[in-house]
C-alpha cells in the first residue's frame, strides 16, 4: 500500500485527501480516486446519491448495493462496469 501510494502521490502528483492503513483517497480533478489494500475503486462524487442512483439504474447500470448511508458520514451506491472494475457513488450531507 505504500509503494502504491508513493506512487500516485509523488510520482504522478496527484494531491491525496486521506490515508489509512488500507485506504487512500486522491484528487483527480474532482473526481476522487481512491487506494483499498487489494481492491481499485473509483470513486464518483456527486450532489446526490440517490438521484444519480435512480438515473443511471435506468440506464441500465447494474448496481451491487442500493445508496446508503455511511458510518464516515457519506452516503454511497455501488456499481461495476462492463469489466467489473468497481465504482462507487458518493455524497455528502450539505
Same mark, same amino acid.
Given at each position: 500500500?505504500? /509503494?502504491?501510494?508513493? =506512487?500516485?502521490?509523488?510520482?504522478?502528483?496527484?494531491?491525496?485527501?486521506?490515508?489509512?492503513?488500507? #485506504?487512500?483517497? =486522491? &484528487?483527480? !480533478? !474532482?473526481?476522487?480516486?481512491?487506494?483499498?489494500?487489494?481492491? $481499485?475503486?473509483?470513486?464518483?462524487?456527486?450532489?446526490?446519491?440517490?438521484?444519480? #442512483?435512480?438515473? #443511471? /439504474?435506468?440506464? !441500465?447500470?447494474? $448496481?451491487?448495493?442500493?445508496?446508503? &448511508?455511511? #458510518?464516515?458520514? !457519506?452516503?454511497?451506491?455501488? $456499481?461495476? &462496469?462492463?469489466?467489473?472494475? /468497481? =465504482?462507487?457513488?458518493?455524497?455528502? /450531507?450539505?
Amino acid at each position: 500500500m505504500k /509503494k502504491a501510494v508513493d =506512487f500516485y502521490e509523488n510520482v504522478l502528483g496527484l494531491k491525496k485527501t486521506g490515508e489509512w492503513s488500507n #485506504y487512500a483517497i =486522491f &484528487d483527480v !480533478g !474532482g473526481v476522487e480516486f481512491a487506494l483499498q489494500l487489494e481492491k $481499485f475503486t473509483i470513486f464518483l462524487l456527486v450532489d446526490d446519491v440517490d438521484e444519480a #442512483y435512480t438515473t #443511471y /439504474k435506468e440506464k !441500465g447500470v447494474k $448496481f451491487v448495493t442500493e445508496p446508503k &448511508d455511511q #458510518y464516515w458520514g !457519506g452516503r454511497t451506491a455501488e $456499481f461495476a &462496469d462492463p469489466d467489473g472494475n /468497481k =465504482f462507487v457513488l458518493v455524497s455528502f /450531507k450539505r
